[in-house]
Nanobody, 129 residues
């Protein structure tokens, strides 16, 4: 059952930008992440932010995507710049408490979709060349 709601997807040309949103932010102590599933491929981790504000990015998006939280609007964001056709896919936000896990282990699991129990239904991003 989806617990989170994503928005902001759409169609853009290569080099363009999009900002994805996910509501609501989870309570203190949760790690939140963005994942994507390209057509015909498995879901993969894109970016995550833990309860201390530490961020983790997939190598494929480093320097182009930024994950952030806004407690005032209770929203998780993913700013995506310099988009490429290979960024096309369904984007999901996810959250989990990672209860009992050390910060070091959380950093290793932050982009592992199997570690998250709360998911949104996704928003489609299509980048054309």
């Amino acid at each position: 059952q989806a617990q989170l709601v994503e928005s902001g997807g759409g169609s853009v040309q290569s080099g363009g930008s999009l900002r994805l949103s996910c509501m609501p932010l989870t309570p203190t102590g949760y790690c939140m992440g963005w994942f994507r599933q390209p057509p015909g491929q498995e879901r993969e981790g894109v970016a995550a932010i833990d309860s201390d504000g530490t961020t983790t990015y997939a190598d494929s998006v480093k320097g182009r995507f930024i994950i952030s939280e806004d407690n005032g609007t209770n929203t998780l964001y993913l700013q995506m710049n310099s988009l490429k056709p290979e960024d096309t896919g369904m984007y999901f936000c996810a959250a989990d408490q990672f209860a009992g896990k050390s910060s070091k282990l959380i950093s290793l699991l932050a982009l592992d979709d199997g570690s998250y129990n709360y998911w949104g239904q996704g928003t489609q991003v299509t980048v054309s060349s």
